[in-house]
């Protein structure tokens, strides 16, 4: 089993930056792939990011290429997600998510509660 708690959310304007994070506790942080998605009303959960179990390979949707970075800091059981030029689009609820394999594969199997991010133009 893998709890998860993000944190880091809130308010931000439009091209300004946010860190989210994500603690995780439970089976061994260095032995499982994690990933943020959002969700924005009335939209489905989307993919946003993903990082193997090492940081060593990292996976981005176009919408946010180049300007998320998502990174993973094993002794500290914490995955970050670094966003910066935010844009009003950009507002959802993050979660975070961990596979139960080394890499992504298609379905995280631990979700945490979410954490809300709003862009305001």
């Known amino acids: 089993q893998v709890q998860l708690v993000e944190s880091g959310g809130g308010l931000v304007q439009a091209g300004g930056s946010l860190r989210l994070s994500c603690a995780a506790s439970?089976?061994?942080?260095?032995?499982?792939?994690m990933g943020w998605f959002r969700q924005a009303p009335g939209k489905e959960r989307e993919f946003v990011a993903a990082i193997s179990w090492s940081g060593g390979n990292t996976y981005y949707a176009d919408s946010v290429k180049g300007r998320f970075t998502i990174s993973r800091d094993n002794p500290k059981n914490t995955m970050y997600l670094q966003m910066n030029s935010l844009k009003p689009e950009d507002t959802a609820v993050y979660y975070c998510a961990a596979w139960v394999e080394l890499v992504p594969s298609k379905h995280p199997r631990y979700w945490g509660q979410g954490t809300q991010v709003t862009v305001s133009s």
């Open positions: 439970g089976r061994t942080f260095s032995s499982y792939a």
